[in-house]
């Protein structure tokens, strides 16, 4: 089968791969009919994530086809349209047996701190990813749902992470009515996330991001005011003077390990990797909240300790909540919403390639070339 | 106004908002979140099982020595192997995922194995190209001027260049000098 290949910092490839096959009874496999590039795939991209590998198949936001069940499989059949949730979890685990399944214990060797996810390093699990014609999908009978006949391919690839994730931040975030929430980051996620704030009854959104062509998408989309921070010598005033000096109600941070705004932040983690990412979105939530209010983390750090404003937080009294969304525990309130009409995933896609030009695309999404918001990946078996 | 007890007023009422963005306060009751209560013991997951069947193992697969086993299902992408591998386990079997040395050992992992697969690759009839994998013959095609510009990251866009190219020309310089030395003897 043909699947995208990491070959080192900033390369990758389309190269031949035997087809996965059936290495547990409740395994499945999986045609990809429709595959995705996710902000946090750049840090693998980047060479930012320990233990990535020259070889793996990189993505965690894919729908396709089943092909295959293991002998234990009683949910799925083949043939089936099915969305993956971008964690690999196993449904009776400590954790997955509260809910958490994105900390999952039982799937990823490497690491304890995080549960599994396709396609991103071996310090999630190492199960190579969905930027393939095929992908192995364990827990068959607990990820995957089958894809509701009036939901489309695209709208139902945007469920399996970011507008899962920018819901669930949302929540995180502890929204009621009337509270004013600002969003770091005008990403798929930030503005999945805007527009789920919304839902929850706040009284004003606010989405901060420097690129002027995703201002302009939160306003239009996610019905937002915008902060474009290059405009500004301190978007942390900016912030407090837009809300009377008080401070958001809510922050939330999707932005994640490359933040820019900071030369030396930004340098030290993102091209240096002397940090498990750029804190900069961080240390603004911390500094932008206001005093007893809540910061929201959705963006995506490794491992390694981060340079984070950890005394402000303390002495303003916040609640810091964050996690790696179950995304799969989403779902079914948000296919309300798009039955409801309230929300158009695949609104936010800008960009389709064919999977043989992965390079291009991992470029133009790295570099936000062509007014790039979100990029699907067309398999050529599709 | 913090000054002052007073909450500041709101461009927009509740009706406004209502009427101007799809689905305001939907989930105003946070009993209709799903993530309400955060730990949740009724969720349904499709599980048939109290633990899970294992995996084989068909190779020694590094772990984290905070598990106690080997989790009943894992990735088999990309078994250790070479120098890289050797430093990878070395990471996992001597340092816990708390430990600095452990992490910093695995990037170093990461460095590694990507020299390891570029000199490989000079021996295989595909070797490395730096022009078609790391995407920049998109550039034409898309914009590369207006979509830079007034945009204040292309600053250290710049230095992506050198960070692809910079290892490699570092290693060419150290092979000349390492012959100049040689001839030199």
Redesign the interface.
Known sequence: MRAMVY???????VEEKDVPRI????DAVVRVVRAAICGSDLHLYH?MM????????FGHEFVGIVEKVGS?V??LQVGDRVMVPFN?Y???CFF??????SNC?????????IG?IYGYS??T????GGQAEYVRV??A??GPSRIPEWLSDDDAVLMTDALATGY?GA??ADVV??D?VVVLGAGPVGLFAAR?A????A??VIVVD???YRLEKAREFA?AETVNF?EHDDVVVALKKA????GADRVIEAVGAEA?GN?IQ??TA??L?LQ?GSPVALNWAIDAV?KGGTVSVLGAY????SAVKFGDAMNKGLTLRMNQAPAA??W??LLE?IQ????KPSDVVTHRFELE?I??????MS?????CIKPLIVPSAA | ??YTAR??P???T?DE?RA?????????DPA?????P????D?E?????????R??ETYP????I??EQ?????????PLHGL?GAI?RFA?ERYS?GR?AH??L??A???V??????LR?LVTLRP???L????????PR???VA??R????V???V??PV??AGPWVLGAVVLVEALRALRRR
């Open positions: 070959r080192g910092p900033y390369k990758v490839r290495e547990h009874p409740n060479g320990p233990d990535t590998r020259v070889g793996h198949t234990s009683q949910n690999v196993c449904g009776t997955c047996a509260r809910g958490l399944y214990h039982n799937v990823n060797p490497n690491a304890t701190a599994g071996h310090s699990g190492g199960y190579d364990p827990f009978d607990v669930f929540q995180l009515e009337g004013t789920s919304w839902l929850m009854g009284g004003r420097q690129l002027e019905y290059a809300t009377d000096g008080l820019d030369l930004h340098v993102a091209k990797k498990g206001r490794g491992p390694i300790f525990r989403q079914p309130r919403h409801a009409g309230y929300l030009d390079a291009e695309a991992y470029h133009v570099s936000k070339l062509d007014g | 106004m913090p909450k500041p709101l461009p927009e509740p908002l101007r963005i799809p689905g305001w306060g939907a989930d105003l209709v979140r799903p993530q309400v955060r730990e949740r013991t969720l997951t499709g599980a048939h099982w109290d633990v899970p069947d995996q084989e697969r590094e772990r984290s905070e598990h080997l989790p009943p299902v894992f990735g088999t992408a990309q890289s990878r996992y995922e600095l992490w910093l695995l990037i992992g990461d460095r194995d990507a020299a390891e697969a570029h690759s490395d190209n730096p078609t994998e790391t995407g920049v013959l998109a550039e898309r914009h590369p979509s830079r007034g945009r204040p990251d600053r250290h866009q230095l992506d960070i692809v």
